[in-house]
């Protein structure tokens, strides 16, 4: 099994005692091998950090909290104590793993056989068993590899990622380079990248619940924990602990302990002599392994009666029956299924889709309907102001793309620059000092949403507004509240405290007493609050998303200035992956802080709504039961005005109608949604670590497409998971009914045991392992979703497996029984029937390749893999021919080329016959659905 070293180990190891350092503060320290300032760095337990003054610790770590740590002295103390991740130690070598592989029961049994044979003087056939064995054992061992190999690479997909302070500059990095020392700044969302000694925190609470149990978040402080620190882990409130999340506002530390040093470490080292759950697929195909093991010994048990009863040789009898065993049991299949998936979420993250557990590629087959977000996944998040209306009348249009003052905003025909229009600039002046965005050489440091706001002022010469005013409170913009307050005052002047607003105009409105008028303030009526409605729902009909403006001396008392209208295109290629998803039978819908029109223009660019639709708001949604939102839910296509906690809700409502639902978020407040939703999708760069966390797969680039590109994968995955399952039912139905007929039947064994084992590894190993990686076919994400409870052994795919072994048996055993025509076995005679099966199964394995398809269709060179699979195992079948010592073990002889080309002719047969059923198949389905087109055409009387 693998582990890692415990943390008292690894301090055994890597760690000596310190005799500088007092029994009071027992601090484990490392002694330095690196350069940097020669000092000792000491790694600190978190239950003494807690109890330590701040500054003690910052002085221990040798440490300035304001700067950091420098690079230099960061890269001396990484080399000392190596980097910021679990290393994984192989506790068992490559070879003992081989030899683990003879310990199989089946193998033993043969082996034992083997054993008896050299008792017997049968030196020839001792020699044979133990090296085909040897071959079956290598080509398990290997596959096993592999399938280990990629398992591992999948937990490199998503390496966390840390904001930490170096030589004064706060950074982003990755958290595996952080270092004792390090301060790290902890926001919203974040994961702790190791174990910290909190010194500043503003209303700082993290998730502890994957160490202490504890669903509430954890409040932390920075003071100093008395005598209650003994207590555990949850009372050591100044530490924050490696993989917990920050649920709540902000924090800074020293880092206190990394990697194994860190209490993560004991996690860690539980999790991995933990066995990660099988998938549903992994668990069905272990009871299907298991089935069909148990079907196979009955037979093998008959068969090897019946030969006794016939007075065969019981040796023989016995290691036939074994060979048999281990090539008619799928041993190989739940490690094909491993393999297959892990490389198909390999490949998935090729293009641009995490996912985090291999179960999720299965379901991804099944998802049959969609919620997705607005803003940055349907649409570009590249917010350009198009639009000005001021709460005096006034109307502008703005020119210019991208967050710079490249464009002009006219009025009437006028230019509009610094004042010349005072509502205008009134309304920029809230733009900017209610905004946290920079534009630093047209880089845009912020929201997309704020900058457009900084660029048309940039427009009218009005960017550098901000400076006039000292900032003293914010009230930052929530999808809850959908407005963000800050409260200023000017740095000259009287020094009156004002409150600038911007948000949802509804929101805004509801808490303004006046709107600005030529300068003056006037009574906000009824009528002018319809008015202003009114032009909202204009700019949100053409698409616009709407952001309205006022400031005011208290929050109750506002004046509201006016309103802007942006644009956020449509991401290129969302309209074709929706037009796709919905036509294979996957509904779309869309979950939006946007107003109703705004979100139902975009939602008709893209193809998800169509005008009459339905909408829900997010209020009416809260007054909703579920059962009601359950009866409507189906019909709704866009939920407007909607927040975080509505998507939960909506979710659970669309699994009680039994869907399979597929959810995006990017907040911390989207993880529960994303952790109830049956695919739960997070964004990987806008997303927080908190909802990457809770989801099931992150999408690299945020956008839609790639939703489809994973579906596509999986549906292509759990296909060509049914194709060698196809492959290796029919091999192994094939392998058993031959032997068996030929053995009711009173023939000598048409195929020795060599044979058998060897036909096991064409079956098991590299071809079978290829069609596991037939590329995708395109046309697979215009199939329907798969029903959840979907056997992967339909009634077809049965009866395709018993018309394959049914050709194959017959084929073969005419072979034999035409080679055996002298009534004496040769090995020519078993050369024939063995090569006969081999290039049976090659051709099986061919139309094994499509299901529905014929294999021209798809490319006879489309996988390179099975090219090469098959290529070398009929290279192997003709040194197993042509070979002499290859021919002494598997009692062969050389075939002329007469007989190649006989049985090519013969076995091509299987292929043929598969193929001609597809094309049955094809031209039926394409029938059936003329004939329900005609018949909707015909019931709606469309001509
Ligand atoms: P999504 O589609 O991802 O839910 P969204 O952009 O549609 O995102 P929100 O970001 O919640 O939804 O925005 C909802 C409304 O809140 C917007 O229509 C706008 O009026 C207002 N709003 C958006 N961003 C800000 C902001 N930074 N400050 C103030 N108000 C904002």
């Not at 025909?413 to 905004?435: A, R, W």
């Not at 914010?474 to 809850?480: A, G, I, L, V």
């Not at 032997?739 to 190993?765: C, E, H, K, R």
Request: proline share 4%.
């Amino acid at each position: 099994m693998d582990g890692i070293k415990s943390r008292n180990d690894y301090a055994l190891v890597h760690f000596k005692r310190n005799s500088m350092v007092s029994n009071k503060n027992p601090i484990l320290p490392v002694e330095s091998t690196c350069e940097g300032n020669g000092t000792m760095m000491y790694c600190m337990t978190s239950e003494h950090a807690a109890g330590e003054d701040y500054t003690e610790v910052a002085r221990h770590f040798n440490v300035d909290v304001k700067t950091g740590l420098s690079h230099a002295e960061a890269e001396a103390r990484q080399k000392a104590h190596g980097y910021n991740e679990f290393e994984i130690i192989e506790e068992e070598t490559l070879l003992k793993k081989y030899l683990g592989q003879f310990k199989d029961p089946l193998i033993m049994l043969l082996l034992g056989s083997a054993l008896v044979s050299v008792l017997m003087k049968q030196f020839d056939d001792a020699i044979s068993i133990t090296v085909a064995i040897t071959i079956v054992v290598t080509v398990a061992f290997i596959q096993e590899y592999r399938s280990e190999k990629s398992l591992e690479a999948l937990k490199q997909l998503v390496p966390p990622k840390c904001h930490c302070l170096r030589d004064g500059h706060l950074e982003t990095f990755l958290a595996r380079n952080l270092v004792p020392g390090d301060i790290v700044h902890l926001t919203i969302g974040d994961r702790v990248p190791a174990d910290i000694r909190l010194f500043e925190t503003t209303d700082l609470s993290i998730d502890e619940s994957s160490f202490t149990g504890e669903t509430q978040p954890a409040n932390k402080t920075s003071a100093v924990q008395g005598a209650k620190i003994n207590n555990g882990i949850a009372d050591r409130r100044n530490i924050g602990f490696m993989g917990t999340l920050v649920r709540c506002g902000r924090g800074k530390g020293i880092v206190i302990g990394t990697a194994e040093n860190s209490e993560f470490g004991e996690v860690f080292k539980m999790m991995q002599a933990e066995e990660p759950p099988k998938t549903p697929l992994q668990r069905s195909m272990d009871t299907l392994g298991k089935q069909l093991s148990f079907y196979s010994f009955c037979i093998i048990a008959v068969i090897m009666l019946i030969g006794w009863l016939q007075g065969k040789h019981m040796l023989e009898m016995f290691t036939i029956g074994v060979s048999l065993a281990v090539a008619a049991i799928p041993e190989g299949l739940p490690i094909v299924v491993t393999v297959t998936l892990a490389l198909g979420v390999m490949r998935m993250a090729k293009r641009k889709a995490i996912v985090k557990k291999l179960p999720i590629v299965e379901t991804l087959g099944c998802v049959n309907v969609i919620c997705s977000d607005k803003t940055g996944t349907l649409t570009k998040n590249e917010m350009t102001v198009t639009h000005i209306y001021t709460s005096d009348g006034l109307h502008a249009e703005v020119t210019g793309v991208g967050y710079n003052g490249n464009g002009e905003i006219r009025c009437n025909g006028n230019l509009v620059k610094d004042y010349t229009h005072p509502s205008i600039s009134k309304l920029m002046e809230v733009s900017c000092l209610c905004n946290n965005a920079e534009i630093e050489n047209n880089t845009l440091l912020g929201q997309p949403t704020e900058g457009a706001l900084l660029a048309a002022a940039m427009k009218m010469n009005l960017y550098n507004l901000r400076d006039g005013y000292d900032r003293l409170q914010e009230w930052p913009f929530t999808s809850d509240t959908k407005k963000m307050v800050v409260k200023c005052v000017p740095k000259q002047g009287p020094r009156q405290e004002m409150y600038f607003v911007k948000g949802a105009l509804e929101r805004l409105l509801q808490q303004c007493k006046t709107y600005y008028s030529r300068g003056a303030p006037l009574p906000l009526t009824g009528a002018q609050q319809h008015a202003y409605t009114l032009e909202a729902s204009r700019m949100g009909v053409a698409g616009l998303r709407v952001l309205a403006m006022a400031y005011g001396p208290s929050m109750d008392n506002l004046m509201f200035v006016g309103m802007v209208g942006m644009i956020d295109p449509p991401r290129p290629g969302v309209r074709e992956s929706v037009e796709v998803l919905v036509s294979s039978g996957v509904a779309i819908k869309m979950v939006t802080g946007d107003a109703e029109e705004t979100a139902a223009a975009i939602g008709s660019r893209l193809g998800l709504y169509s005008l009459g639709g339905h909408t829900l708001s997010g209020e009416q949604l809260d007054q909703m039961d579920i059962s009601e939102l359950q009866r409507i839910i189906n019909r709704v296509a866009v939920f407007y005005r909607a927040s975080p906690r509505h998507k939960h809700k909506i979710v659970k409502a669309l699994q009680n109608n039994k869907y399979i639902v597929g959810m995006t978020g990017d907040g911390v407040n989207d993880a529960v949604a994303l952790r109830s939703a049956d695919i739960g999708i997070a964004m990987g760069t806008v997303g927080t670590d908190v909802c990457k966390e809770a989801a099931d797969m992150i999408l690299v680039d945020d956008e839609f497409s790639t939703i489809m590109s994973a579906i596509e994968e999986g549906k292509g995955i759990f296909y060509n998971i049914r194709n060698f399952v196809r492959f290796q039912l029919s091999t192994s139905i094939a392998a058993l009914t031959l032997i068996t007929l030929s053995t009711v039947f009173g023939l000598p064994n048409p195929l020795n045991a060599m044979q058998i084992l060897w036909i096991n590894i064409i079956m098991d190993g590299p071809p079978a392992q290829s069609l596991g990686v037939e590329p995708v076919d395109h046309d697979v994400i215009r199939q329907p979703p798969r029903r959840v409870n979907d056997s992967i052994l339909s009634r077809k795919l049965l009866s395709n497996v018993v018309l394959s072994a049914l050709i194959i048996v017959t084929g073969t055993l005419w072979v034999f029984w035409r080679e055996m025509s002298d009534n004496k076995i040769t090995p020519r005679d078993t050369t024939m029937t063995f090569t006969c099966f081999v290039f049976f199964d090659m051709f099986n394995a061919l139309s094994c390749r499509s299901q529905k398809k014929s294999v021209f269709s798809i490319g006879l060179f489309s996988n390179r893999m099975f090219l090469l699979a098959v290529g070398g195992s009929l290279l192997g079948q003709l040194l197993v021919i042509y070979f002499p010592p290859l021919q002494a073990i598997f009692q062969t002889e050389a075939l002329y080329l007469t007989d190649f080309l006989f049985l090519i002719a013969l076995t091509s047969s299987v292929f043929v016959v598969t193929e001609i059923r597809k094309l049955i198949e094809r031209t039926s389905e394409r029938r059936r659905r003329l004939f329900a087109k005609e018949k909707f055409y015909d019931d709606h009387d469309i001509v």
